[in-house]
């Protein structure tokens, strides 16, 4: 019975050893690398984005209020270049993110800008008398009245202009032909007409009034005289332009002054005639730039045969430089222009990103010349580069978010208030950019010092706030309220600046703005919201603008009018 025992548990004993190692045996190689995969693709812990030695075996948030970001155990990004990031194909896909190749080719630059219509000084004549006398009659009364060559202006009534004629009579009678020829010339010297002439030497009659005639066909402009007004040499009377051709003059920024050059094709466009171009040439670049407002004077020729131009009308032109060189250029949409630097975000490999900063160029309406930071082949990133250049900057080799050094543990910074939790003494701000420690405007969850006045943070205020850094957070320690205009409980500032883009259908613009002294903000291009009452269409790119705008959710223009380039000419109110 003992034996029978023993052999029936040597037999469960090998048929469990068999049935063991045949499990183990029958396990797929895939199925081993997958329970590898699975493992590898667990985090191994979290981080906090700006600092790295912040950890956490779960997810939450850093001690700035930010959400902590993964690790894996497969991330081999801290091995990369810094700034380098990965992303899953998915990911990807959903950011909508489309990739484009630095090439060579040969860029057209288009310059863009606005000017007045005038007159073209070299056909218009001004009249002035040249001896003294009264205006007998006048034959055009009002500026602007048409006239054509030989029609007669005035008639004047001069001792001077008698004496002439009567001196030409004497020559006559005596004779002599050196006398006549004297005496034509100094009728001639005078301006008296050829009619005249041959009417004396016929009818040997005196004229008390003599007619004066347009040199050319025109209009009447500047008309300073009336009947019965006493002129003498130097008077200046009216002048008389010719409006078949039209100068426009135009100021095209610094920068841009050794594109332009005399022969350039340029096309104008006016508002109140849409759908008509006019095409004209750069007849002369100015040799000045403007002292105040940094600009170069240009000026250009259009035919006007159809008299459809006038004089003082605004109008927009773009001008074509001729010079086309081969240059390094990506898409104009994949620049990430900043206030102090470029950049652009490559795709260094299959779902790696990096953010770069470049040294751009000559640009036009699709493209943008590189002159240092990429090379020929190099893959951008056209779209929702924004996202992953925010991603990258956090590790990036070039200065952006890294931590205050110990000589800088508090700064002021503008900022606007988002939340206000009063029983923990938290606040969600979201704050301007800050130089001094390298960080981007963001939105962060700050400790309220026991010395602030917590219940002076409201929803939507607009303040200066100090940040001061601890051992692990950032507590807002002191804040100070500007103050606003009786007539508002938002902060506002009129500022000037040149539109970069508009959005018609989200009523957005793009503004580089000037410096705001009395906030201490250095000049930035910034997003504008349209306020309801301005019309939005009255405006276009590259054109410069005076505005007013407040701060609340959005940076809001109330107020908004276009800057001529013409210093003579006040802006012009829409």
Do not use: C
Not at 33 to 56: F, H, I, K, T
Not at 75 to 90: K, M
Not at 148 to 177: H, T, W
Not at 332 to 351: C, F, H, P, W
């Amino acid at each position: 019975m003992k034996s029978i025992k023993s052999y029936i548990l040597f037999v469960l004993a090998v048929v469990s050893a068999f049935l063991i190692g045949y499990y183990l045996s029958s396990k797929s190689p895939q199925a081993s690398a997958e329970s590898s995969q699975s493992s590898a693709n667990e985090p191994l812990y979290w981080v906090a984005p700006m600092d790295p030695n912040y950890r956490r075996d779960k997810p939450g948030k850093s001690p700035m209020g930010m959400d902590l970001i993964p690790v894996y155990a497969n991330d081999n990004s801290q091995n990369d270049s810094p700034g380098t990031i990965t992303i899953a194909p998915n990911v990807v896909n959903s950011l909508g993110v489309r990739i484009d190749t630095a090439t060579i080719q040969t860029i057209s630059q288009k310059i863009s800008t606005v000017g007045i219509i005038g007159f073209n000084e070299n056909k218009r004549s001004h009249i002035h008398p040249r001896v003294s006398g009264w205006i007998e009659k006048l034959y055009f009364k009002a500026e602007g009245e048409v006239i054509k060559k030989g029609d007669a202006i005035y008639e004047l009534y001069s001792p001077e202009l008698v004496n002439a004629q009567n001196e030409f009579l004497l020559a006559l009678d005596s004779g002599r032909e050196s006398l006549i020829r004297a005496a034509k010339l100094k009728l001639k010297a005078l301006h008296i007409h050829d009619k005249l002439v041959d009417e004396l030497t016929k009818t040997r009659q005196l004229k008390n009034s003599v007619a004066f005639y347009s040199p050319q066909n025109g209009i009447i402009d500047k008309l300073n005289i009336r009947e019965g007004f006493y002129v003498q040499p130097g008077s200046d009377l009216l002048s008389i332009g010719d409006l078949s051709s039209v100068w426009l003059e135009a100021e095209v920024f610094e920068k841009q002054s050794n594109q332009v050059a005399i022969g350039d094709i340029a096309q104008m466009t006016i508002e109140s005639m849409p759908g008509k171009t006019w095409r004209g040439k750069v007849d002369y670049v100015y040799p000045i730039v403007g002292e105040k407002n940094r600009t170069l004077r240009v000026r250009i020729v259009f035919d006007n045969k159809d008299n459809q131009l006038k004089p003082n009308m605004y109008a927009q032109v773009d001008i074509f430089p001729k010079s086309e060189s081969l240059a390094l250029t990506i898409p104009k949409e994949a620049l990430i222009r900043t206030g102090k630097s470029n950049r652009v975000v490559l795709q260094v490999d299959e779902g790696q990103f990096k953010s770069i900063n470049v040294s751009i160029g000559r640009t036009n309406e699709r493209f943008i010349e590189i002159l240092e930071g990429v090379h020929e082949g190099d893959k951008v990133v056209v779209s929702a580069q924004f996202l992953l250049d925010s991603e990258s900057s956090k590790t990036s080799d070039f200065r952006r978010m890294q931590s205050p050094n110990a000589a800088s543990l508090t700064v002021w910074v503008g900022a606007t208030i988002d939340s206000v939790n009063i029983a923990d003494r938290t606040a969600a701000i979201t704050h301007e950019a800050i130089d001094d420690w390298g960080w981007p405007a963001m939105t962060m969850d700050f400790n309220v010092a026991e010395s602030v006045n917590i219940e002076k943070l409201t929803n939507g205020l607009y303040l200066h706030i100090q940040i001061t850094r601890n051992e692990n957070s950032y507590e807002l320690s002191d804040i100070h309220i500007m103050e606003h205009s009786k007539s508002t409980d938002k902060p506002s500032a009129s500022v000037k600046g040149v539109i970069k883009n508009i959005n018609l259908n989200n009523r957005t613009m793009l503004i580089a703005r000037e410096a705001i002294e009395k906030w201490s903000r250095p000049a930035a291009e910034v997003d504008f919201v349209i306020a309801p009452n301005i019309e939005i269409d009255s405006f276009s790119e590259s054109q410069s603008v005076a505005f007013t705008f407040e701060v609340s959710d959005e940076f809001v223009i109330t107020e908004m009018s276009a800057v001529k380039n013409n210093n003579a000419d006040q802006p012009h109110n829409h």
